[in-house]
């Protein structure tokens, strides 16, 4: 794994060292152990795992550029992607993994044991966590690779974020049409849209990265109930 993830992020233009690499390597290592007892990911070729969740998660850096020492919650973080892959990359990042399921947690904090990487786990639904005073616009970078459209990814996200701080939302090939659809949602939750780009996986095809700055304080009414999310989108 150690030269395959190397190759396929240098084919995106991203270095990586021998200990980046190492690390890399133990997390996979981890992952394919792991996901054995628990369903972290159905991609565990490591030539899928190399380009669709390391690259993948490596390219966020090319397109937004994570201040020096920032505090970062990847939201619904799974099998931790793509916040522990950008915590190899840039390790002065302070990480925060956040999951509403025990077991994934358990798997986040051996894998960061075994990678000799710092990260807390938050055990919580994020529509829960973001009315926590404790997590409540907290975070310089909030960032997620969850599945829900982005209008209810920015209602699950926003809320953890600073004013001046910025949520980075990684999409598919859907993007316009989900950023349009998402105007309201960002505005009603203190955001404004700075940046939408767009880029090919390899054989995986388009990807996005799609930036929102928070301009102002989110409203104490939001994040709603996830049900309200769901079913009445901003």
């Known amino acids: 794994m150690k030269d ?3 190759k396929t992020c240098g084919q995106f233009k991203i270095e990586l060292s021998d200990t980046q690499t190492n690390q890399f390597e133990k997390y996979y290592n981890s992952l394919i152990e792991w996901n054995e007892k628990i369903n972290l990911t159905r991609i565990v070729e490591p030539e899928e795992v190399a380009l669709k969740h390391f690259a993948d998660s490596l390219l966020v850096v090319k397109y937004f550029d994570i201040p020096e ?4 919650i990847d939201v619904g973080t799974g099998a931790g992607f793509p916040g522990i892959p950008l915590k190899i990359f840039r390790a002065d990042i302070k990480l925060t993994l956040l999951d509403s399921l025990n077991k994934r947690l358990n798997f986040l904090n ?3 044991d075994n990678i000799g990487i710092e990260a807390e786990t938050v055990h919580s639904r994020a529509e829960e966590a973001g009315k926590n005073i404790e997590y409540r616009e907290k975070y310089d970078v909030a960032i997620s690779r969850a599945v829900a459209r982005l209008n209810v990814l920015c209602e699950y996200c926003l809320p953890f974020v600073k004013p001046g701080g910025y949520f980075v939302a990684m999409k ?3 993007y316009k049409e989900e950023t349009a659809e998402a105007e309201n949602a960002v505005k009603a939750l203190g955001g404004e849209i700075i940046k939408s780009e767009s880029f090919k996986l390899g ?3 388009e990807r996005a990265v799609i930036v929102i700055k928070k301009i102002l304080p989110t409203p104490d009414k939001y994040p709603r109930a996830a049900k309200k999310i769901k079913n009445k989108p901003l």
């Open 203 to 205: 054989e995986a095809g």
């Open 172 to 174: 598919g090939a859907d």
């Open 110 to 112: 051996a894998a960061a």
């Open 4 to 6: 395959l993830v190397k």
């Open 69 to 72: 020492n920032a505090s970062l």
